[in-house]
């Protein structure tokens, strides 16, 4: 297939691109119905964020939705935003602006190919079935030429596969390694039988902060689909404001978002509530792939012991077991996981930076950086939660 006959279009909104078009590329696993393999990168949650305010202007995410064209027909598209700060992002590029700032350089506007806020893998150059080669070639070298004609310093794609990051290499973009704690699904039947493959410690453990955080004083729900309704996300909106200004200053999503997800995402969303006297007192959002659950936010307006553990992990666990998913992701950082059987992970992201010299210096610091990810992740795993196999030597 000629490449020069693929025409490259940036977009400013979803609004100029159909629901259908862009999830024949995004999604084409859900066409006949059930989830797609990836929630966030779907026509109606993009546009959600869009339609809420969360993005766009006054944000720093100004989307620049990248499509590919061949014969009049959308082959490609990628979620892009020009930049203008590092913020919801999850893999840290602060260092690199502060150096190449104080270098005389300018690092933003730079470009981010991303799902905003989302710390989740998955495939980010979104190409219809029997285009994923030519297509993915089309996105990147046109995101690429989009950084080299607009004087920009960079390109950004984070949180992509494993394949995307090797074929990104082959393309010339540098890759990055960094790490999540995962728990997988060996098959469980129930949550007894995952604690069985636990240390007798760790076992132990876990089933001390379940009774304390069920004993609470309360009971504790999760809602999908038609259950959820209008007054949970109020409650939901109080948690996570609280967790929004401890941790970024300010949330990232608008309070408009969470009507827009009662709309049009519901059927995408496992939300885990605590009510305590008449009222909701805590809450965990995760969202529902086709063989992932993604914990997304937490927050409480009361605190009780490990009720964070218990509605964050431990029900996200039930739920993925009950519902036969192999894995739950549980976001970003935060080695406590381990703990509660979330194992380190290898997550990855590419990178393209226009000035050489520059260049040169961030390849040598994700050299470092690779070696380091891979020491920790070895480490932790031994150290993990899970019974050691002991080898008996045969004489």
């Keep these: 297939m000629d490449q020069a006959q693929i025409e490259i279009q940036v977009v400013a909104s979803l609004s100029e691109i159909s629901a259908e078009d862009w999830d024949a590329c995004a999604c084409p696993e859900a066409a006949e119905g059930g989830a797609p393999t990836d929630p966030f990168t779907t026509h109606r949650f993009l546009k959600a964020l869009e339609d809420s305010g969360s993005v766009g202007r006054g944000t720093g995410w100004q989307p ?40 005389g350089g300018r690092y933003y506007p730079k ?19 029997g285009y994923e080669t030519v297509g993915q070639s089309a996105l990147v070298q046109g995101a690429v030429q989009l950084v080299e004609a607009n004087g920009l310093s960079s390109l950004h794609v984070t949180f992509c596969t494993e394949a995307e990051a090797e074929a990104g290499e082959r393309m010339g973009l540098m890759s990055r390694a960094s790490q ?53 996300w109020q409650a939901f909106w109080s948690f996570y404001q609280d967790t929004g200004a401890r941790k970024w200053g300010s949330p990232y999503l608008t309070r408009a978002f969470f009507d827009l997800a009662q709309e049009r995402l519901r059927d995408d969303i496992a939300l885990v509530l605590a009510e305590r006297n008449g009222r909701w007192v805590a809450g965990a959002l995760n969202f529902i792939g086709r063989d992932t659950l993604y914990g997304r936010y937490w927050g409480c ?7 964070h553990f218990e509605l964050c992990y431990y029900r996200a666990i039930d739920y993925a077991i009950a519902h036969g998913l ?3 992701e549980a976001g970003a950082q935060g080695e406590h996981k381990l703990a509660r059987g979330y194992l380190p992970t290898q997550t990855h992201s590419l990178h393209w930076v226009a000035d050489p010299g520059f260049a040169d210096a961030v ?8 070696a380091a990810v891979s020491e920790e992740m070895e480490f932790l795993t031994d150290y993990g939660p899970f019974k050691k196999i002991e080898v008996e030597e045969q004489e």
């Design 111 to 129: 470009l981010q190919i991303a799902v905003p806020f989302t710390p989740a893998t998955g495939r980010r150059f979104l190409t219809r079935p």
């Design 180 to 232: 999540q704690f995962h728990w997988l699904n060996q098959g469980y039947a129930d949550f007894d039988g995952f604690l069985a493959d636990l240390s007798s410690r760790k076992r132990k453990n876990i089933r001390k902060e379940r009774r304390q955080a069920n004993d609470f004083g309360g009971s504790i729900r999760l809602l999908t689909g038609d259950d959820l309704q209008p007054e949970h």
């Design 64 to 103: 620049q939705y990248l499509t590919a064209w061949l014969d009049g027909q959308m082959i490609a598209v990628a979620p892009m935003y020009a930049k203008s700060h590092s913020q919801g992002e999850y893999i840290f590029d602060h260092s690199w602006a502060h150096a190449y700032e104080r270098a």
């Design 363 to 370: 390849a040598q610091f994700l050299e470092a950086e690779r």
């Design 301 to 307: 307006v009361e605190h009780h012991p490990c009720l």
């Design 326 to 328: 192999g894995r739950v």
